[in-house]
């Protein structure tokens, strides 16, 4: 019995950093929309899907951490708040450019993914339930990076630049 509520207790305790990190994410994400003035549309819409997925998770999160009579914490990381911090002064100098909107995405997602990679394998030991969750919201921040690497792509490839007349 003691056995299984030290699982479920270390369960919680990884599944409330999870949250953490999704709380960082929708609010650097929201911070990138309300930050910028020219934000392309294609980015926003990228933006807003990546907060509704990370509120997605959040609730998930919650909602496994309940089921294991767990108590959810809300918060945000410490790390999160000093990139949060580190965003708005590079904004403020370099200007919020297609390209610095992309570098700022992939680098939020790869921080996500490490995370989780964390998570995932200090979940083995839990319950099979919470390894499978985070498994699952894993594969969708790999979708996520996908979807982000191919606007990195789609700037290269529409970059004048690029152009070569013969």
Known sequence: MLLTYRKAEKATVVLNDLIKINNDRVICYQQAIDQSTNLDSDLKRLFKEIIAEGQKFKQELVDKIKQLEGNPKDGLTLSGMIHRAWVDLKVTFTGNTRNAMISFCEYNEEIARHA???????????????????????????????????????????????????
Request: charged share 25%; net charge negative; with cysteine.
């Open 116 to 166: 989780y990679k964390a998570a995932l394998n200090v979940s083995a030991e839990m319950n099979k339930e919470v390894h499978e969750l985070i498994e699952t919201q894993i594969k969708a921040l790999s979708r996520t990076n996908e979807a982000i690497s191919k606007c990195h792509e789609a700037r290269h490839f529409m970059d004048p630049g690029l152009i070569y007349f013969n």
